[in-house]
């Protein structure tokens, strides 16, 4: 089913975020038809191109972007045919927003929604907000969708959220977070609040610890410049990791709705213990690579990576332990973990329930481990142990849940898909909120700060490990370990 007609103003349209997820996406929803003939996708940077030189370079994004099972060349031809370009400075107020505004106006009604998606440096957000306010370029149907990183601390992402607020409704800003847009983190909701028998057992009494685990095989990627300036706790753990947090913790909302859920879910952001500045070693541990082999090919160290290798104390690699101080998960561990150049590309969330008694099978039987993974191939495993077959009490284990959905069968939408659209229907329920965002921040902001007057750097791990010694004495000292680490 084809959605409302619409122009979607992509800003930052020459970037590596919009080549590489936004367009693509934009194409996928297209290609399912979901798109209608008439919508417009318009790219603005400051790059002077015409509307072809643009489409040139769409092109070859998506080329290089796509599976090759996913082009037709007829289908990549009329999507081409719904991307514009003008060329504008985002700050600036005079610039050529004219231009938008007369290619805004010549297909205009009152149904036609508008997008604006704002994928530059979020330095300039508020001027961005506020030209388009002020050249008259909102129509009744507009939102405004916002990228990471909002702000690098709390200070300064109040900054953004007050300036684009200032032109934007709360209901119309749509933060976005690509980790709510994964089938595997929206399935935590389904998991825990379709199946009583584990709704039952989501808590204290039955659950001993949950780790959260993001790790990438990439390196900088060329990202040096906004990479350096961010490290591993801004870049993944205050939105995505938190973001799975919260969905993995949250008290059963009352409906499905928008505010129901993000209710729920900045109400566990706001119950997170929170840290000592002076004291982080305790709870957080963080890393910067060396040298070493990913697939085994060697790789330099995240120094040399850099632009004239400067000296540089970002980390690359953040362990922690967070605690959320609610009835529900008093004294119970999240582990939380995100590193570049680690042995896998993996994502996922392992709730470890609590051992059982010792005596009738022997030892005291370890507890089940639901292991959901996100990312690669999306599966939700909880193993039970049964009765081997024959004489006596020997016991197998078996996988009583199976894939996510029927793989071989279902392409999962790619994370932008679902959630670009979604901005499109007005559905802002997988967007963070203005008030969750400003929570994650305030918890990890003393991160940041202790970090900051420490006198020592992140601890050095080999490129190709599971990070620094550090990240295992996390949990060693409360008797756990990482499920994976090797
Ligand atoms: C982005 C980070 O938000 O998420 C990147 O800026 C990271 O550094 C990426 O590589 C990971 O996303 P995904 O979907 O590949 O897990």
């Given at each position: 089913e084809p959605v409302d007609s619409f122009d979607y103003v992509i800003f930052g349209a020459t970037g590596d975020l919009t080549m590489r997820k936004l367009l693509p996406a934009l194409y996928r929803r297209f290609a399912e038809g979901q798109?209608?003939?008439?919508a417009r996708i318009v790219g603005t940077a400051?790059?002077?191109?015409?509307d072809e030189a643009y489409r040139e370079r769409a092109r070859v994004a998506l080329r290089q972007h796509l599976?090759?099972?996913?082009?037709i060349d007829a289908t990549l031809n009329r999507f081409l045919r719904l991307v514009h370009y003008v060329s504008l400075n985002?700050?600036?107020?005079?610039?050529?927003w004219d231009g938008l505004k007369a290619l805004l106006a010549s297909n205009a009604s009152d149904e036609r929604i508008r997008v604006f998606y704002l994928a530059t440096s979020p330095d300039l957000y508020g001027d961005i907000a506020r030209n388009v306010a002020e050249k008259g370029?909102?129509?009744?149907?507009s939102r405004i969708v916002l990228e990471k990183?909002?702000?690098?601390?709390l200070e300064t992402a109040r900054k953004v959220n007050d300036g684009v607020g200032k032109h934007f409704p709360e209901n119309s800003i749509y933060r976005i977070d690509h980790y709510l847009g994964k089938e595997a983190v929206q399935n935590i909701i389904a998991l825990r609040f379709a199946n009583p028998m584990l709704e039952r057992m989501w808590d204290r009494e039955s659950i001993e610890y949950v780790q959260i685990t993001a790790a990438e095989t990439v390196g900088l990627e060329g990202r040096g410049g906004y990479y350096d300036g961010s490290g591993a706790l801004r870049d993944m753990i205050q939105n995505h990791l938190l973001q799975v947090l919260t969905v993995v913790a949250?008290?059963?909302?009352?409906?499905?709705?928008a505010d129901a859920l993000r209710d729920e879910k900045v109400r566990v952001l706001k119950s997170l213990k929170p840290l000592d500045p002076r004291n982080l070693g305790e709870n957080v541990a963080r890393g910067q690579y060396v040298q070493g082999n990913t697939g085994g090919k060697p790789v330099p160290a995240y120094r040399e990576e850099l632009p004239g290798e400067a000296p540089s104390n970002t980390e690359t690699f953040v362990a922690l332990k967070a605690e959320i101080?609610?009835?529900?998960?008093?004294?119970v561990p999240f582990y939380l973990r995100s590193g570049k150049r680690m042995p896998e590309k993996l994502t996922e969330v392992v709730v470890q329930f609590r051992a059982g008694e010792p005596g009738l099978f022997g030892e005291a039987r370890p507890g089940s481990r639901l292991v959901i993974r996100v990312q690669p191939n999306e599966s939700v495993t909880l193993p039970l142990f049964v009765k081997h077959p024959g004489n006596g009490f020997g016991l197998d284990e078996v996988d009583a849940l199976s894939p996510l959905g029927q793989p071989e069968r279902i392409r999962y939408r790619d994370s932008y898909e679902g959630l670009m659209l979604d901005a499109v229907k007005g559905s802002p329920a997988l967007f963070v909120r203005k008030d969750e965002t400003e929570a994650a921040w305030e918890w990890v902001t003393p991160i940041l700060e202790g970090w900051r007057n420490a006198a020592d750097g992140p601890d050095a791990y080999e490129a190709g490990?599971?990070?620094?010694e550090s990240a295992r004495e996390l949990l060693r000292r409360s008797g756990h370990r990482w499920v994976e680490d090797v």
């Open positions: 798109v209608p003939a008439d400051r790059s002077p191109l015409d599976r090759p099972d996913e082009i985002g700050a600036d107020s005079a610039g050529n370029l909102r129509s009744d149907r990183p909002i702000g690098t601390d949250m008290e059963r909302p009352s409906s499905l709705d101080d609610n009835a529900r998960w008093r004294g490990t599971w990070g620094p």
